[in-house]
């Protein structure tokens, strides 16, 4: 099930982006079965890595699932994916695995628990919270008193922003000046001076840190989330840990100590098992398609790919996974 060409996917992915860019929710259409049809994939902000994948995802199932057409839609992120995806406005969808479990178990953002299941583990996301150099900020108990962005509304960004500020002692309420800005939006506003700091949830490199880090030199900084993370730990789990943004990711003096949260590809539980499998072995075994569109994906490993507890596997994921292992 390998991709047919490079040129046939990189063509298709920019008739999937144009595409996804106007809009994305839908209607299940009854072609949605195991034959083929239509399917949507909740991905992200636009700059971040959750989108170009699932660009390129959908690529690969238009040019190699016969009779599917797949179109990557533009979103909030993980708790609007996983929403959207209960709501049969999407068929697949990213997410963080803190989130997913949330959603499973029926706390947190969800009110109850949540029909989905993961095709795979993916790459993990890196917590990058960027401060301006002249703000004073060294770590998280220093934006007590600061103007934040804490992400999308209904992303895992804002999540994980939460809980680390709660995890610094400082109250993401009434300690800060909290915007729930899309990425994008966040970035402009550290240019302009219209914040102080922002966080971000995203694979290594993300292009709107980037651009960021590159337009504003060393005016920004990362700061590192080492000391948080046992408070973290201790109320969520270990679905959080210990990571690294190496100083090469955005061209930075050092390396800086962060929180890193799995991803994961999710869908219905009711998905049906022929294309549950169809698609857990197209994502991966062209792993280095999506390479090509964002280094993240090389965190995309068939030995973790069945490690996605809390969250069930889909029953013919595993299959796919154990085909191929």
Avoid at 45 to 61: D, P
Avoid at 102 to 115: I, L, M, Y
Wanted: charged residues 20%.
């Amino acid at each position: 099930m390998r991709i047919r060409s490079l040129s046939t996917l990189v063509v298709a992915l920019a008739l999937t982006v144009s595409m996804a860019a106007c809009g994305g929710q839908r209607k299940p259409e009854p072609g949605d079965g195991a034959g083929g049809g239509r399917l949507t994939i909740a991905t992200g902000n636009t700059t971040g890595v959750y989108y170009q994948l699932g660009g390129a995802l959908a690529s690969l199932i238009s040019d190699n699932l016969d009779g599917y057409r797949a179109t990557a839609s533009e979103t909030g992120a993980s708790v609007q994916n996983i929403q959207g995806l209960t709501a049969g406005n999407y068929d697949i969808a990213f997410s963080l695995a803190d989130t997913a479990a949330d959603a499973v178990e029926g706390k947190s953002s969800f009110t109850a628990p949540q029909d989905v299941v993961a095709l795979s583990r993916l790459y993990s996301n890196y917590t990058q919270v960027v401060v301006r150099a002249a703000s004073g900020i060294t770590k998280m108990a220093d934006l007590k008193g600061k103007r934040i962005s804490t992400g999308s509304p209904n992303s895992g960004t804002e999540v994980i922003a939460r809980r680390l500020l709660t995890a610094a002692g400082v109250d993401p309420v009434k300690d800060v000046t909290a915007q729930r800005l899309g990425l994008p939006e966040s970035v402009d506003a550290m240019k302009s001076g219209q914040i102080d700091a922002l966080v971000w949830s995203g694979g290594l490199p993300t292009s709107g840190i980037t651009d960021l880090t590159t337009s504003m030199g060393a005016k920004v900084r990362f700061i590192p989330l080492d000391d948080v993370l046992p408070a973290l730990q201790q109320e969520h789990g270990k679905v959080y840990a210990a990571g690294v943004i190496p100083a090469a990711a955005y061209k930075q003096p050092t390396d800086t100590q962060t929180i890193i949260v799995p991803n994961l590809l999710l869908v219905r539980k009711d998905m049906p098992d022929a294309l549950a499998e169809k698609l857990t072995s197209l994502l991966l075994q062209n792993k280095e398609a999506l390479v090509q569109v964002n280094p993240a994906a090389k965190g995309i490993d068939l030995k973790n790919a069945a490690m996605t507890d809390p969250v069930p596997l889909h029953p013919a994921a595993k299959k796919a996974i154990d085909a191929l292992d």
